[in-house]
T-cell receptor, first 114, second 111 residues
């Protein structure tokens, strides 16, 4: 059973396109996240949702819009893709409102913008 | 804001060598501290954690002790294996649902 699953695993697209990455967790967790990992492996949080409510929105261009239809899903939509958006995007979830419980990560979506 | 600094990689060791990966943090208050591991092509997995000063986290032969006086959480393993080759991330969580990660340290273990 996959705990945190995200699709697609790979995404190659042209500049200017709009794309979505989907994430689902079957752990019953209340909190879900999106992280971006750049080519140097640096990880930075983008968004966090707790029970479908946005609680963290880091300095991310508004071309990025997260959507949480229910607490088990957190999708990421990206408009007008740019070369600099190329990265690996990780979805994660954790049980409580505080991250002191373990965060479970998906396998990542490698986005390449050409 | 919170920040985590860990030693630059890559670190290359022979099998059965001793491993230390340094990690220091800056935070307001007393964050929880974590080590995550990322194997090639996979997402991050929690390796160990410590939630208060002097706690020692341990798992799979890895250990790290929360040192408040030096604001450090160094990762150690007495005898590394080839299968330990991965990228290791130190992270802190000081409240607000946000993990702050270090830049990651790539470990390569050779026979």
């Amino acid at each position: 059973d996959t705990a945190v699953s995200q699709t697609p695993k790979y995404l190659v697209t042209q500049m200017g396109n709009d794309k979505s990455i989907k994430c689902e967790q079957n752990l019953g967790h209340d909190t879900m996240y999106w992280y971006k990992q750049d080519s140097k492996k640096f990880l930075k949080i983008m968004f966090s949702y707790n029970n479908k409510e946005l609680i963290i929105n880091e300095t991310v261009p508004n071309r990025f819009s997260p959507k949480s239809p229910d607490k088990a899903h957190l999708n990421l939509h990206i408009n007008s893709l740019e070369l600099g958006d190329s990265a690996v995007y990780f979805c994660a979830s954790s049980l409580g409102a505080r991250g002191i419980t373990e965060a479970f990560f998906g396998q990542g979506t490698r986005l390449t913008v050409v | 804001g919170d920040s985590v600094t860990q030693m630059e990689g890559p670190v290359t060791l022979s099998e059965e060598a001793f491993l230390t990966i340094n990690c220091t943090y800056t935070a307001t208050g007393y964050p929880s501290l974590f080590w995550y591991v990322q194997y090639p092509g996979e997402g991050l997995q929690l390796l160990l954690k410590a939630t208060k000063a002097d706690d020692k986290g341990s798992n799979k032969g890895f250990e790290a002790t929360y040192r408040k006086e030096t604001t450090s959480f160094h990762l150690e393993k007495g005898s590394v294996q080839v299968s330990d080759s991965a990228v290791y991330f130190c992270a802190s969580e000081g409240g607000g649902n946000k993990l702050t990660f270090g830049t990651g340290t790539q470990l390569k273990v050779e026979l």
